[in-house]
């Protein structure tokens, strides 16, 4: 590593939370530039039998923040989320929806993830989520930052 070059880390791992275990989120794939998941329709209903809004708006913040904090924990530090939009296009009431979180740019300071959420069965477009995390200067509780040697 060349002097005055930052130290880079092992990338985090992704760890879920609570909400995205009684969702039942299974991860499918997991790096900065591209996170998959998928969550079951479900248990994740509203009372009209449609998988819920607030349910597709919860999985696409999980799946970019998560990318995000991929990307954040190459330089020691860990991301956090300033700006979220959601377009709901259609619905679903049963099988699995897949999240898929897109880099749209990956800074010291700030990264875009864009996250299409699809019909697993049908392939039907239902949500396009967008997400902005700022990088900062604080570390991801109980993770070990481990430097990457050259």
Known sequence: MSQ???????????????????????IVEQSAHRVVAR?????????????????SL???EAVGSW?????????GKVAVG???????H??????????????????RTLT???????HEQTGARLCTFRITNAVIDRKIPGFEYVPVSD
């Open 39 to 55: 969550m079951p329709v479900a248990g994740n209903r509203q009372s009209h039998g449609l998988l819920h809004g607030g349910a």
């Open 112 to 118: 875009s993830h864009e996250v299409i959420i699809e």
């Open 4 to 26: 005055g070059s930052p130290v880079r880390y092992h990338p985090w791992t992704i760890t879920l939370g609570e909400l995205d275990e009684r969702m039942g989120i299974e």
């Open 90 to 107: 259609a619905s679903a009431r049963d099988g699995w929806v897949r999240a898929t979180a897109t880099a749209i740019h990956l800074g």
């Open 67 to 75: 990318a995000a904090v991929i990307h954040a924990s190459t330089y």
């Open 82 to 88: 300033v700006d979220a939009s959601g377009t709901h």
């Open 58 to 60: 919860a999985l696409g």
